[in-house]
């Protein structure tokens, strides 16, 4: 029986009702949630970050007056959940659910969808059905900044090690880099980390491997000019948390200095 954990694609359906994408099962979150574990801060869901036990979360539907279907907007009233700058199994949930939209979300499938149908007008020799394109090709498409974006993974089972790297960098640099982080630089630090681990070379300070490639990581990165096509984060924000990261890292003060 399929229990939701942090790689699932949820949507909120109604009060800690969420529709499991992933499975395509319902996960009631709250106190029927069957994925908690045990923190500092109570127990919390792996699969929402949610604190369990919090003051009730009143939802109010959205797009009411359209025909449209009605989204779910969260109004906490008296919430004792802590916020999420000092909540670090929120913050890296939020980071977990990055990495998957990055590689399976569906602004990846419209926009890799997008690309082919552009890349083929432009470079009808590119053949733009396969989810890869040769590093030399590749290397090509990005050094004339044209954008890149192949398509969803058939299978994900190896999130689950990028994941785990993004996480390590975060409690390694978290705290220099974002002390009591937005959801924007939680996205803009996920987005910095894949960028290395889907570069050739990946992180390298003074001769000092950091950040080590991963295959998959490489086979499916996008262009930096895409990212923000598929998380909702500017370039630049990217780039200064980039070099913020780097600082941490190698500055005076830093992990490696």
């Known amino acids: 029986m399929h229990k939701c954990g942090p790689t699932c694609d949820l949507v909120e359906t109604g009060l800690n009702v969420f529709y499991c994408r992933t499975a395509s099962v319902i996960h009631q979150c709250g106190d029927k949630c069957q994925s908690t574990v045990m923190t500092t801060e109570g127990y919390v869901c792996q699969a929402t970050g949610r604190v369990i036990g919090s003051a009730p979360m009143v939802h109010y539907a959205e797009n009411t007056r359209s ?18 700058r000092n909540s670090p199994p ?21 926009a890799s969808n997008a690309w082919k149908a552009t890349i083929q007008k432009r470079m009808p020799s590119v053949d733009a059905s396969i989810t890869s394109l040769s590093l030399a090709c590749k290397e090509m498409i990005q050094n004339s900044r ?40 939680l996205k803009a630090f996920a987005c910095a980390i894949l960028r290395w681990l889907g570069m050739p070379c990946g ?30 984060i500017q370039c630049r924000n990217v780039g200064q948390m980039s070099k913020a990261i780097k600082k941490a890292l190698a500055g005076v003060d830093g992990l490696l200095a």
């Open 146 to 185: 044209q954008s890149f974006v192949p398509g969803i993974p058939g299978s994900t089972a190896w999130l689950d090690a990028v994941m785990h790297q993004v996480i390590l960098m975060w409690r390694r640099t978290g705290k220099k880099v974002a002390p009591q982080p937005s959801p924007a630089q």
């Open 67 to 84: 025909n449209s279907a009605a989204g779910f907007v969260v109004r906490r009233r008296g919430s004792t959940k802590e916020p999420l």
């Open 90 to 110: 929120q913050q890296e949930a939020l980071l977990r659910r990055v990495v998957r939209a990055y590689y399976c979300g569906n602004r990846r499938r419209q």
């Open 203 to 232: 992180l390298v300070i003074s001769g000092v491997p950091v950040i080590e490639p991963i295959a998959e990581c490489i086979q499916y990165s996008v262009s930096d000019l895409d990212v923000k096509h598929i998380i909702d």
